[in-house]
């Protein structure tokens, strides 16, 4: 094996990972093909099928190459020393992240492998009805702004389909006017990643539900199961100028698409303070915690 013999991630491969991922459920946010694939201009991922296992690579542009966790019904303790030799040729500095704590419990071997976890990229994932539900003392100030938005705003929530994708479009290019995308290189990042799972819907088979107030669509999530027993959330907009706006379009998705799931992954708050107070707020059932893993010297 070579370094060649990787490859781009293109719209074709979603079956290839599909498979894998149908033999090896994942139980991190990164390892669907919707997030790898929304996200390949900012992170450019190159893969390769290596012995029932995937290798995947991502390559930001600010920073140096680092590997995924091997997935797949093969060797991943393997196949981690054949993803570490892969990165050698690429960076001095070879690093596998994003590992969950399980996979670096069953297949890490310590003595050749520093980890080191990481806070900021760790997944919240919370039970999915106490989302749905919002019950008890602990979601009181939830419920009640929950019960203010549906109080105020007569509205519609609509299921994703072909005919709305122009109208999330037009969602996700207002909310960045209001947050001034093109200031900050990390939310037009976003943004491309939105609008290239938004325009290749049909290819990637994730799910959508919208909030339309007056025919205007004014909040959008879009999610995916992760695992047999849990969904994941990858975006969630709202206006902010509407109260209550995002609890609802939160609270009315997970009721719409995943109450059959036993868990929502909302994925990480990346250290940003506001984001983690936010996720904090939901009162997550528990945290998949990732590692960072570096080959010993």
Known sequence: MVQDDFQPIEIQHKETFDHIFLQDPPETSELTFTNLFMWRHKYRPIWLQWED??????????DAPFGLPPVGPGNKSKALESLAEQLKQMTPAVRICRASEDF????????????????DNSDYVYHGQDLIGLSGRRYHSKKNHLNRFLKNYPFNYREMD?????GFLGMQEKWCQMRECVESPELLSEDYAIREALTHF????????AVEINAEIEAFSLGE??????????????????????????????????????????????????????????????????????PKE
């Open 162 to 166: 072909r005919e709305l994708v122009e």
């Open 104 to 119: 670096v419990e069953a297949h890490v071997d310590h003595d050749r492998y520093e980890s080191l976890i990481d806070r």
């Open 53 to 62: 296992c995937l290798l995947i690579i991502l390559r930001p542009e600010a």
């Open 225 to 294: 199961p992760l695992n047999p027993n849990t969904a994941v959330i990858h975006i969630e907009k709202a206006n902010p100028d509407i109260p209550g706006l995002y609890v609802a379009i939160n609270q009315l998705f997970c009721k719409n698409a995943w109450s059959p799931m036993e868990y929502v992954n909302r994925e990480q708050d990346l250290g940003i303070e506001g984001l983690r107070r936010a996720k904090e707020s939901y009162h997550p059932h528990h945290m998949v915690n990732k590692y960072t893993l570096i």
């Open 202 to 209: 049909e290819e990637l088979d994730y799910r959508g539900g």
